[in-house]
């Protein structure tokens, strides 16, 4: 898609597309366009003149196009991640939780949340504490965790005591300490 082309010609212009469109250009999407997606998508999802529940289908496009995009780097797979936990989180709080649909349920990403990072709180907080004489790759390391866990402030206000609630508080803390 050329920009220019997409002012010449507003078919061309995703954002005003049905999402019924916008799904079946995804089947067959490529590359970069499957970024043009989830941003058109996502904006729509956060337009509070939309019912409910539409906002949580352009979410949920968002989210299926963020997951096809190319990138097999660690910084492409973390910034997919984080675009995925932070967009959950925010139809989680502004549309309300819901445990039928994975994507939504706060117990399910606070798991997937725990499941994308490599590292333990103690861990993160044992290395932050010199992450200055550390290699590039290990504070790359904690950068990428400091971002996978923007969310959880928000996150463990939804979530049940458990285990895992407990896990993401102790990295509340620690994210405070990441660089």
């Not at 096809?68 to 139809?91: C, E, I, K, Y």
């Not at 798991?111 to 790359?140: C, F, K, M, N, S």
Request: charged residues 25%; proline residues 6%.
């Amino acid at each position: 898609m050329n920009a220019d082309a997409d002012h010449e010609n507003p078919t061309n212009d995703l954002s005003t597309w049905t999402i019924e469109r916008l799904r079946s250009f995804t089947e067959n999407a490529q590359g970069q366009q499957f970024e043009a997606v989830r941003v058109v998508a996502q904006g729509h999802a956060y337009r509070a003149d939309e019912p409910p529940e539409a906002r949580r289908q352009w979410a949920k496009l968002s989210l299926q196009a963020n997951q096809r995009l190319p990138g097999d780097s660690v910084w492409d797979r973390a910034r997919a991640t984080q675009h995925n936990f932070m967009l959950r989180m925010w139809v989680i709080d502004q549309l309300g939780p819901d445990d039928e649909d994975h994507d939504w349920s706060p117990e399910t990403l606070a798991a997937d949340t725990v499941t994308a990072l490599a590292l333990t709180p103690a861990e993160a907080r044992a290395l932050a504490t010199h992450w200055r004489d550390l290699a590039i790759e290990q504070i790359g390391e904690l950068r990428r965790h400091k971002n996978l866990t923007a969310h959880l402030d928000r996150l463990v206000d939804h979530l049940r005591p458990s285990p895992i609630r407990d896990q993401l508080l102790a990295w509340t803390e620690t994210r405070r300490h990441l660089p």
